[in-house]
């Protein structure tokens, strides 16, 4: 492997002796010793990350998307003002500002949203149903992670090219 870069950091003087005696030990330099317990340490990491970290069916593309949202369950069917975080085939993630209606009705996890939003590159607008699975707050937003429930054959077609 080629090195051409180059990394400085500080530390202590007792883990400079440790480095360095392990470098002694194992007939290395100190250089060494280090690139190997990064490349070890990645690469436990790369395996955990592998192990049980994505239960869902399609794979999200992270996106900043403006949306209008509404509940379904609200008698109102007043839009609010969002932000798709992420999407797929299946799901969706979208946030809205704290202090809203929707904010409240996101905690249940039975809450139907309708949201509509425009991806990069089409000119119709993408309408879907979904269900809350999971919501959480946050600084000064309200997120909702929803399962996609129904969708238009467009809007899917358009879910489908921008995602593929």
Do not use: W
């Amino acid at each position: 492997m080629k090195k051409n870069i180059s990394i400085c950091f500080r530390t202590s003087s007792a883990i400079r002796n440790d480095l360095k005696k392990i470098a002694r030990d194992e007939r290395k330099s100190v250089s060494n010793v280090i690139e190997s317990v990064i490349y070890q340490h990645l690469k436990t990491a790369q395996e955990l990350n592998g192990i049980g970290q994505e239960r869902r069916r399609y794979q999200r593309k992270k996106v900043s998307l403006p949306a209008f949202i509404m509940s379904t369950n609200c008698p109102e069917k007043e839009f609010e003002p969002g932000t798709v975080l992420d999407i797929s085939m299946g799901g969706i993630r979208f946030s809205v500002p704290k202090g809203t209606k929707l904010d409240v009705q996101a905690e249940g996890n039975d809450s139907e949203f309708s949201v509509i939003f425009i991806l990069p590159n089409e000119s119709r607008p993408v309408k879907v149903k979904c269900r809350t699975m999971q919501a959480c707050d946050d600084m000064d937003t309200f997120q909702v992670g929803a399962v996609l429930l129904d969708a238009d054959f467009n809007s899917y077609q358009a879910l489908h090219n921008y995602l593929n």
